[in-house]
């Protein structure tokens, strides 16, 4: 095998797994010991914002068994007794199918749409598991906290989305229209 084949596959490879990669580390930064009180009150609600992200390139690299083993996952990690598992599998795929059927209204958008996109998302996500987990317990649960992720999460939104977004530098989305190639499968270029 050529270095050129393998490095190809390599890169390949690497570009096939980021998005799921870059989902498992934020799932798993779930458990971090942070020091900063309301920054690890939003830390569950990340994950959600890498799921957003990534569908936004390419959602067919984060398919839907991958988001519900990492749902489940997270809502393993998380989870007290009692606590719903797969709610957040639900809502992962959710807001997958959310974005993969309003690309074109969040694609090539300024980014204050892109991020009024995702505080709709995030609050049908916090709503969603909020209300399974008191439907679930079958208790009062106060809503301030999750009032307090999703606004952390929506202001650590601007921060994190740029990140992500160059992390898929390669992916299609960020080629500037210029460049992106106009010849169909067997012309060639004269």
């Given at each position: 095998?050529?270095?050129?084949?393998?490095?190809?596959?390599?890169?390949?490879?690497?570009?096939?797994?980021?998005?799921?990669?870059?989902?498992?580390?934020?799932?798993?930064?779930?458990?971090?010991?942070?020091?900063?009180?309301?920054?690890?009150?939003?830390?569950?609600?990340?994950?959600?914002?890498?799921?957003?992200?990534?569908?936004?390139?390419?959602?067919?690299?984060?398919?839907?068994?991958?988001?519900?083993?990492?749902?489940?996952?997270?809502?393993l990690l998380l989870g007290g007794p009692g606590a719903p598992v797969g709610v957040s599998a639900l809502g992962f795929v959710l807001i997958r199918a959310a974005v993969v059927n309003n690309r074109r209204y969040l694609v090539g958008v300024p980014f204050l749409f892109q991020w009024s996109g995702f505080c709709l998302l995030a609050l049908g996500f916090v709503v969603l598991i909020w209300l399974f987990t008191a439907l679930w317990t079958w208790t009062a649960i106060d809503p301030r906290p999750a009032i307090m992720q999703y606004a952390v999460v929506i202001a650590l939104y601007p921060l994190l989305a740029p990140l992500l977004a160059r992390v898929r530098a390669r992916d299609p989305l960020n080629v500037p229209d210029e460049s992106r190639g106009t010849a169909r499968p067997g012309e060639t270029t004269s």
């Open positions: 095998m050529r270095a050129d084949g393998l490095l190809a596959m390599l890169d390949r490879w690497g570009r096939n797994a980021l998005p799921g990669a870059a989902l498992l580390f934020f799932v798993l930064l779930t458990l971090a010991p942070l020091r900063a009180p309301y920054l690890s009150g939003a830390l569950p609600l990340l994950p959600a914002l890498v799921v957003f992200q990534f569908s936004l390139a390419t959602p067919e690299r984060l398919p839907g068994p991958l988001l519900l083993v990492m749902g489940i996952l997270l809502d």
